[in-house]
C-alpha cells in the first residue's frame, strides 16, 4: 500500500515568491494535516483539514494558506516567501474517529524540503 | 498551554548498550503520548503511542515507553541498541478531545550509537 506521498521533494525558491506543495494521503484516510520542521526544531503543526474543512490551525501568518480536494489531497501554499520560511514541510494523514473516541494516529510522508534564497 | 520538553538533545551510546531518552510534558487536561523516530532526510516514522490501558506500552524496534502521570513523563527506552539506532527522536502530546491533527513535538534527541 503506498503511503502519504508528497511533491515536490525539494524546490529552491526566491524571497517573496510563492510556493505550492502537494499531499496524497493513504487510501482511505480523510484527514490531512501540515507541519514545518525548521533544521534542528520538532515539527510545527500549521494547519489540519478533514472533509475539505479546516479543522485546526497553527500559530503561522496568514501568508501560509491550504485546502483539501474532493478525493482527500490537499495543498499547503506559502506567499510572499521569507527566508525564515526555509524548513521540511511535513504532510500527514489519518482516519479521524471522533472526539469522543480516542486519538488518531499520525502518519507522515517524506516532506517537501523547501530552500528560500 | 501544553509543551513537551526532551531533556537531552544529544545522547551519546556505544551499541548493545542500554539507552533511555527522557520526556516530560507539561498539560491541563489529559493526553495522549507518542514517540517518533526521524532517520536522515527522511519524515516521521511512529515508534509507540500511550493511548489508555497499561502504562508501560511496547513499539516497533524493540523500543517501550513507560507513561507516569504524576510525573507527566514518557520516557523511551531500548535495553540494547544497535547502529541502525542512530536517528533523531520527537516525543509528542495530543489533546484528548482536542485538534486530532495536532501534535505537540519536543525538540527531539539525536541518538547517535556508536561501535
Known amino acids: 500500500d503506498a503511503g502519504v506521498t508528497q511533491s515536490p521533494t525539494h524546490l529552491i525558491k526566491t524571497r517573496g515568491q510563492h510556493v505550492t506543495l502537494r499531499c496524497s494521503p493513504i487510501?482511505?484516510?480523510?484527514?490531512v494535516s501540515w507541519y514545518q520542521q525548521v533544521l534542528g526544531q520538532g515539527p510545527q503543526f500549521i494547519f489540519q483539514?478533514?472533509?475539505?474543512?479546516?479543522?485546526g490551525r497553527g500559530n503561522f501568518p496568514d501568508r501560509f494558506s491550504a485546502r483539501q480536494f474532493p478525493n482527500y489531497s490537499s495543498e499547503l501554499n506559502v506567499n510572499a516567501l521569507l527566508l525564515g520560511d526555509s524548513a521540511l514541510y511535513l504532510c500527514?494523514?489519518?482516519?479521524?474517529?471522533?472526539?469522543?473516541?480516542?486519538?488518531?494516529?499520525?502518519?507522515f510522508g517524506a516532506g517537501s524540503r523547501l530552500t528560500v534564497l | 498551554a501544553q509543551s513537551v520538553t526532551q531533556l537531552d538533545s544529544q545522547v551519546p551510546v556505544f551499541e548493545e548498550a542500554p539507552v533511555e531518552l527522557r520526556c516530560n510534558y507539561s498539560s491541563s487536561v489529559s493526553v495522549y503520548l507518542f514517540w517518533y523516530v526521524q532517520y536522515p532526510n527522511q519524515g516521521l516514522q511512529l515508534l509507540l503511542k500511550y493511548l489508555s490501558g497499561s502504562t508501560l506500552v511496547k513499539g516497533i524496534n524493540g523500543f517501550e515507553a513507560e507513561f507516569n502521570k504524576s510525573q507527566t513523563s514518557f520516557h523511551l527506552r531500548k535495553p540494547s541498541v544497535h547502529i541502525s539506532d542512530t536517528a533523531e527522536y520527537f516525543c509528542a502530546v495530543m489533546n484528548y478531545g482536542g485538534s486530532q491533527g495536532n501534535l505537540i513535538f519536543g525538540k527531539g534527541t539525536k541518538l547517535s550509537v556508536k561501535p
Open positions: 487510501s482511505g484516510h480523510k484527514s
Open positions: 500527514a494523514s489519518s482516519t479521524p474517529r471522533g472526539l469522543s473516541s480516542g486519538a488518531n494516529v499520525l502518519t
Open positions: 483539514y478533514y472533509e475539505k474543512e479546516e479543522r
